[in-house]
């Protein structure tokens, strides 16, 4: 399956795209994940991203294209893979599209999460976050076995910088501004399956008629 997840963050695409990885070995592409693990590395790139992701806006797009040029161009893409979180904007979707005709592939589809704000603002600020591994938590409905600890790995479990309520309020700002056009791009590259819940059921469901 070659998939991109849309919805606005705490959607939940990466609980999604782990539950789908498990089910066919995609793999999972997050490009937060990859921006995170640069800015705990103190890389260039990690240089170049931490400030705008702090605020909760949107890095480069040329930065973005650079890592995920790389990234697909990888082995494990060839089993299919997971786009949790990219492309972000129309010129992301654009160079996407070009990309992909050059390495001669097509997407399945591009899957939206429609899920309402309320519910979006709550899952965001009871979120919490491995420091290591990544693995989600949430206070309320999915709490660690010890609290502040992860049961994956055991390491430390933390808010994100940029999941305080004032940087929340911006992504979804910046979402709504710059990410949600891509509904209508996709709606109209006739890959758009749009699902109300993020629920596993219905949404493999919801994949599986389209594939
Ligand atoms: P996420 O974990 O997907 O919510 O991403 C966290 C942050 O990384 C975002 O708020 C952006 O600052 C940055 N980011 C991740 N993916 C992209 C992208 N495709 N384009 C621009 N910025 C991104």
């Known amino acids: 399956m070659k998939i991109i997840l849309l919805g606005p963050p705490g959607a939940g695409k990466g609980t999604i795209a782990k539950a789908l990885m498990a089910q066919d070995g995609s793999v999972q592409i997050s490009t937060g994940d990859i921006l995170r693990a640069a800015v705990a590395a103190g890389t260039e790139l990690g240089k170049k991203a931490e400030a705008a992701m702090k605020a909760g806006d949107l890095v480069t797009d040329e930065l973005i294209m650079g ?3 790389e990234r697909l161009l990888e082995d494990d893409c060839k089993q299919g893979y997971l786009l949790d979180g990219f492309p972000r904007t129309i010129p992301q ?7 992909l005709a050059r390495l001669g592939e097509k997407l399945d589809c591009a899957l939206e999460l429609d899920i309402p704000r309320e519910v979006i603002i709550d899952r965001l600020t009871t979120r919490r976050t491995c420091s290591n591994c ?12 010890v609290e502040g600890v992860c049961d994956v790995c055991g390491s430390e479990i933390v808010q994100r910088d940029d999941e305080t309520e004032e940087a929340i309020e911006n992504r979804l700002e910046v979402y709504n501004e710059q990410t949600a056009p891509l509904v209508d791009f996709y709606r109209n590259e006739g890959l758009l399956v749009s699902v ?7 949404v493999l469901a919801a994949i599986n008629s389209r594939l």
């Open 134 to 145: 990544g693995e989600i938590y949430n206070v309320k409905s999915k709490p660690p076995k």
């Open 196 to 202: 109300p819940t993020s629920d596993l059921e219905p």
């Open 67 to 69: 890592i995920m040029e």
């Open 93 to 99: 979707a654009e160079a996407l599209r070009a990309l």
